[in-house]
C-alpha cells in the first residue's frame, strides 16, 4: 500500500494465475505467470510455451540415414572380399596351416562385426514404458517427478529419455543418433553398439597386419639390399634419423617400382589406409564411450551437465554393471580402490 501526493491510497493487489498439470490433471494456483512450473502433487513438469514440432525435414534425415547405413555396409562388405580376394592366396602359398588359421580367424572376425553391425542397426533403441498419467485418482504422490510431456510423442517423458526427431520416438537412455547404423544408441541397443565398435576395431587393425604381412611377400624386392640392411642396423641401435631414412628409401623404391606392382597389391594398399583410417576413428568413439560409462552417464547427460557441478560417480563398477558382470566382481572393486588410495598416500 502506496501514499499519493495527493493523500489518497494506492493498493497493488497480485492475481493469481491458474493452470492445469498434465500429470494429474488438478488445477494449480500460481503467484503469477510462470511459462515453465513443477507440480506439488504428482512432480510433473509443465512448459507452457512448447515448442512446435517440425516434420518437414524428416523423411531427408530418414533418406540419409538409409544411404549411410548402405555405404558402411558396403565398406565392411569390401574390406571383407577384398581382404579375401587379395591377402588369402598370399597367405595359402605360405602354408595350409597358415591360411586356414587365418580363414577362420577372417570368419570369426566377419560374423561378429556384422551380426552386432545388424543388431544395433535394427532393434529398438529403447522404448519408454507406458505410464498413466492426466487423472489425479490414479497419479500418486510424486509418480511423475520431474516428467516432462513430449509434444511430438504426446506421452510423458522421464528425465533418462529423451525425443529423436529423426527416428520419431523418445528413446530412453539416449546417448546419440548415429547416421551410420541409421538408429538411436540408447538403452536397448547400447551394449551392441559398445560391442560393435570393439569388433570393428578388432577387424579394423587385423586387416591391416595381414594387409602389411600379404605384401611383404608380393611386392618386388627393393634395389640396394645392403644399404637398406645398413641403415636398419643404425635404427637397431636407436638413431631416430636413421628410421627416417629407411621410411624415405622404402617409400622411394616402392614409388619406383610402381609400374611393377600388381592389382592385387594397389588393393592390399587401400585396405591398409582404409583399415587404419577406420581403426583409429572408431577407437577414439570407443574409448570416449567407454569414459561416459565409467562416469554413469551418456552423451547427452554428458553435455547438459556441463557448466553444472553435477557429476556422476567414476567407477568401474559402472562399467560392469552396464556389461553385466556379476556381483561377485563387484565386491572387490572397493578393495582395489582402497589399495590404490593407501598406495598414493
Not at 565398435?197 to 640396394?224: D, F, G, Q, R
Amino acid at each position: 500500500m502506496e501514499e499519493s501526493s495527493q493523500g489518497s491510497f494506492v493498493t497493488t493487489i497480485n492475481e493469481d494465475y491458474e493452470a492445469i498439470c498434465w500429470g494429474c490433471g488438478l488445477n494449480l494456483v500460481l503467484p503469477s505467470y510462470a511459462p515453465v512450473f513443477k507440480c506439488g502433487w504428482c512432480g510433473a513438469i509443465t512448459n507452457q510455451n512448447p515448442v512446435r514440432p517440425e516434420t518437414k525435414s524428416f523423411g531427408l534425415r530418414r533418406f540419409r540415414d538409409r544411404c549411410f547405413v548402405v555405404i558402411l555396409a558396403v565398406f565392411m562388405l569390401f574390406v571383407i572380399c577384398g581382404g579375401i580376394w587379395a591377402a588369402y592366396p598370399v597367405l595359402f602359398s605360405i602354408s595350409l596351416a597358415c591360411g586356414i588359421f587365418h580363414s577362420v580367424t577372417t570368419a570369426c572376425l566377419a560374423i561378429s562385426t556384422l551380426s552386432t553391425f545388424v543388431l544395433v542397426a535394427f532393434k529398438c533403441a529403447g522404448k519408454p514404458t507406458n505410464i498413466l498419467y492426466g487423472t489425479h485418482p490414479g497419479v500418486g504422490n510424486g509418480a511423475l517427478n520431474n516428467y516432462t510431456f513430449c509434444n511430438y510423442c504426446s506421452k510423458p517423458k522421464s528425465p533418462r529419455t529423451h525425443h529423436c526427431r529423426t527416428c520419431g520416438m523418445c528413446v530412453l537412455d539416449m546417448d546419440h543418433h548415429c547416421p551410420f547404423i541409421g538408429n538411436c544408441v540408447g538403452a536397448g541397443n547400447h551394449k551392441h553398439f559398445i560391442a560393435f565398435l570393439i569388433s570393428a576395431v578388432t577387424s579394423t587393425i587385423y586387416a591391416a597386419v595381414m594387409c602389411v604381412y600379404s605384401l611383404i611377400h608380393i611386392l618386388p624386392p627393393m634395389e640396394n639390399g645392403a644399404a637398406y640392411a645398413s641403415d636398419v642396423a643404425h635404427v637397431a641401435h636407436g638413431n631416430s634419423l636413421s628410421i627416417l631414412r629407411v621410411v624415405k628409401n622404402i617409400f622411394l623404391t616402392y614409388i619406383a617400382n610402381a609400374v611393377f606392382i600388381s592389382v592385387r597389391s594397389l588393393v592390399l594398399v587401400y585396405l591398409f589406409v582404409a583399415s587404419v583410417s577406420v581403426a583409429i576413428g572408431l577407437s577414439v568413439l570407443l574409448w570416449q564411450q567407454l569414459s561416459y560409462i565409467y562416469e554413469g552417464k551418456t552423451y547427452l547427460s554428458h553435455l547438459s551437465s556441463q557448466g553444472t557441478e553435477e557429476d556422476g560417480e567414476k567407477s568401474c563398477r559402472n562399467l560392469l554393471t552396464f556389461f553385466g558382470c556379476p556381483h561377485s566382481i563387484e565386491r572387490h572393486l572397493p578393495t582395489i580402490r582402497n589399495l590404490r588410495k593407501r598406495h598414493k598416500t
